[in-house]
């Protein structure tokens, strides 16, 4: 799979993040523990392994199911119906015990100014 590899520090984040549940299944109600990651801005940005959600299969890759907007292929129809991937992203982060500063330092700064972050304030173990 083409990308960066995820560090210690971020596989952590990553099990924060799944135990929270699928985000989506979350605004209707339900809790669904079983989710992978979806990296919302790919994988090969420096903070490509922070800017993540935990999305139920039906949520995260189109399965059929009814009612149920997956975010591939129908990210315009998600955000509509669940919230833009950065603020369900925010949501996430409030709900965690002990965020860490990489994921923090993502909802702080304003999409426009990733681009110019420093690379090795994503890439700490």
Known sequence: MKGRSVTAAQKRFHCQMA??????CKKMRIF????????????T???AHWLVLPLCGPHH???GALGVFAVHPYKARFESEYGTQKELFAE?????DNPPAE?????????????G????AFEAA
């Open 103 to 115: 994921a923090l330092a993502l909802i702080a700064s304003p999409a426009a100014k990733l681009a």
């Open 32 to 43: 669904t523990p079983h989710v992978s990651i979806h990296h919302i801005d790919g994988r």
């Open 45 to 47: 940005k420096p903070w």
């Open 117 to 120: 972050m420093k690379k090795a």
């Open 92 to 96: 996430c982060i409030g709900q965690l």
């Open 61 to 63: 890759q189109d399965m």
């Open 19 to 24: 135990s929270l549940g699928c985000v989506a």
